[in-house]
């Protein structure tokens, strides 16, 4: 797909004002062939744009909107930290005191009976 099939099948997918899971499957195939870069995603992005400004006139203004965001969904999916960088330990520490923040060690939070804490 060239970028003008591109964009004809960017306006092909608003003519319903939805984006069919065919059709997110499809985009993602084409951008994981097309548009590897940060950049050459810009200009997906952009022209995904420019189609949706063309149809601005249009009375289904709030469907044209929400198709676009079906369409940056795929073409910029949301990562989470720990997707991209892997396993990311957490540990929250509960105490009465500033223990756990002088000491952050989960014995320095657990030791000691219910109510005292280490000063």
Not at 59 to 76: G, S, Y
Not at 90 to 118: D, I, K, M, R
Request: one cysteine or more; glycine letters at 6%; aromatic letters at 6%.
């Amino acid at each position: 797909m060239n970028p003008a099939d591109f964009e004809r099948f960017l306006q092909q997918s608003l003519a319903d004002r939805k984006v069919s899971g065919g059709e997110k499957v499809a985009l993602a195939d084409w951008l994981d062939q097309n548009a590897n870069t940060d950049q050459k995603k810009g200009v997906v992005r952009h022209a995904a744009f420019e189609v949706a400004r063309g149809a601005v006139a249009d009375p289904d203004a709030v469907h044209v909107i929400a198709w676009l965001e079906d369409i940056l969904k795929v073409v910029c999916p949301v990562m989470s930290p720990a997707a991209t960088t892997g396993s990311v330990a957490s540990h929250a520490y509960f105490s009465p005191g500033e223990a756990c923040l002088v000491q952050p060690q989960p014995t320095a939070c657990l030791s000691g009976s219910v109510g005292t804490h280490p000063k």
